[in-house]
């Protein structure tokens, strides 16, 4: 009778054991302050993390992550950095870390974005200043071996989404995005001149939001080369302005007369550099210009970003006359 006592005590005692534990790993706990970001390189064991998560203050104890680990035993945990920002129970803490949630910076690069706007853009992010940034991208030796005239990066930084960590340095983002480039250009089979075509390209995407009207555009900043004419392309006088440090959100009359060689009101041919970085579409129809005689366009009054294309001077005064008029409606 005793013993029979004596088991059912120690199943009551392993039961309750049981029920603490299922409890602990279902109970949030956050011994730290602000933010934690802890990395467990490839290769590191399941006790050495259990040890990394409890000095932190991520988990009460090695023994509670441990114990997680025993109940998930054919998951893998995955390697990299992990950011711990609010309480967990240690079984959400491994599953987190058996997903592979690792901490990144998501960085957004759309189409026709220049290296000011990156460099703002990776400064909000908060992984580096601005400026830091901007020297990086002012040194060309990454795509010199592409485009010896490249007197910038610009051009050259993909549009992409790109993932980055704490350890990602202005350079090494600047290898990434240029990496990506090479990729796209690769991807081309073209053996066209490439300080021209991105240049170009940086131009039609930057004046062409509606996607079928860029090889448009492309033919008439093509036939105006031939021609001799001026390119006349407001964003390249934004993009001068913006080199001056003195472009005050719209474009004035100083800025059309400036001698900037990036002004195409004041330089005919193009502009000795990319004022923007294309993406794919913009590319191709900088390489396959549409077939078109036009050599003007301006907006149509109707907000819908698309252009009106004209062969002569005459009929580019009468639809800029209406864009016009339909601005004061």
């Known amino acids: ?44 064991s399941t006790e050495a993390m259990a040890a990394q998560l409890a000095q932190a203050g991520v988990v009460r104890s090695r023994w509670d992550f441990l114990l997680a680990r025993l109940g998930a035993r054919s998951r893998r945990l995955q390697a990299g950095e992990y950011r711990f920002d609010r309480p967990a129970a240690p079984r959400a803490v491994f599953d987190r870390i058996a997903r592979g949630d690792i901490f990144y910076y998501e960085l957004v690069v759309p189409e026709g974005k220049n290296l000011f706007d990156i460099a703002a853009a990776v400064e909000q992010l908060g992984l580096f200043r601005a400026d830091a940034f901007l020297a990086a991208a ?60 991105v240049t170009l390209a940086s131009l039609v995407e930057r004046e062409g939001k509606a996607p079928p009207e860029r090889p448009v555009i492309a033919a008439v900043f093509v036939n105006r080369l031939r021609l001799g004419m001026k390119l006349d392309c407001d964003p390249t006088t934004i993009y001068a302005a913006l080199l001056d440090h003195h472009y005050r959100g719209t474009i004035y009359k100083s800025d059309l007369e400036s001698e900037n060689p990036y002004n195409t009101y004041r330089h005919p041919g193009l502009p000795p550099g990319p004022i923007a970085n294309p993406g794919l579409a913009s590319l191709k129809a900088a390489l396959g210009p549409a077939d078109s005689e036009a050599l003007y366009f301006v907006l149509r009054p109707d907000g819908s970003g698309t252009h009106e294309f004209s062969k002569n001077i005459a009929a580019h005064e009468a639809a800029t006359a209406k864009y016009r008029r339909g601005l004061q409606r």
């Open 1 to 44: 009778m005793k013993i029979l006592r004596l088991f059912g005590l120690l199943v009551l005692l392993a039961v309750a054991a049981a029920g603490y534990g299922v409890f602990r790993l279902h109970q949030p706990y956050r011994a730290f302050t602000g933010e934690v970001f802890l990395e467990f390189p490839r290769g590191t």
């Open 138 to 197: 002012r040194n060309p030796g990454l795509i010199r071996d592409l485009d010896p005239k490249a007197p910038t990066l610009e051009g050259y930084l993909f549009p992409n989404t790109y993932r980055l960590d704490r350890k990602t340095t202005p350079e090494s983002l600047c290898r990434t995005m240029t990496g990506r480039f090479r990729e796209m250009w690769r991807g081309l089979h073209t053996n066209a001149n490439l300080h021209d075509t």
